[in-house]
């Protein structure tokens, strides 16, 4: 006679521990992880840095691209640092966090803030200040006026000098935005 498996109380209590830490990243998925060489790794460094006027990462970094279900995800070591949006790289908000460029921001308004972290596209009147050589079609990050905190990173639907005239409408895109999948990914 087969005897029943039983599952003490704490085993039960340590899986549902390890699953509770590792769930924030089944949120998501992530494939096709490879590191990228020097070369690869240079190009894409110049890239970025020539769009937001700071220096990021280099060929010494260890540097992988991967596929996720949204776009394709850049790793500087073991953090998502950047993203490839439409053949575009640019930073994540934890990129943002760490590199601290000005360059290809957008400020809203306070009364913003709530919507936008919650992943609200950005409408025209709640924008104060846009860095006026973004074009339409260009990837932004949006920050909040008070503390100059990234919020989001979203793909402008007017240009720079159109964002700043406050027009209404949806005049932003949100694509990544603080409490996302892609952010908790990071936690």
């Not at 599952?7 to 992530?30: F, K, Q, T």
């Amino acid at each position: 006679m087969a005897e029943k498996c039983r599952i003490s109380d704490g085993l039960v209590e340590e899986y549902l521990r390890i699953w509770h830490i590792h769930s924030n990243m089944a949120d998501i998925m992530i494939r096709k992880r490879k590191r990228m060489r020097e070369k690869e790794i240079k190009a894409l460094s110049k890239s970025l840095q020539e769009l937001f006027g700071v220096p990021v990462f280099d060929e010494r970094d260890a540097v992988d691209m991967a596929e996720s279900s949204d776009f394709n995800v850049i790793f500087v070591g073991q953090d998502i640092l950047g993203i490839v949006y439409e053949d575009k790289p640019f930073l994540t908000i934890r990129g943002i966090l760490k590199y601290r460029p000005e360059a290809r921001s957008v400020t809203v308004d306070m009364g913003a803030v709530p919507f936008v972290t919650n992943g609200a596209d950005v409408m025209g009147p709640g924008i104060l200040e846009a860095d006026e050589s973004v074009q339409e079609g260009d990837l932004v990050w949006i920050k909040d006026v008070k503390n100059g905190a990234p919020l989001a990173i979203g793909k402008a639907l007017r240009s720079g000098i159109d964002l700043k005239s406050k027009a209404g409408g949806k005049a932003i895109k949100t694509i990544h935005f603080v409490g996302d999948k892609l952010w908790k990914s990071g936690e």
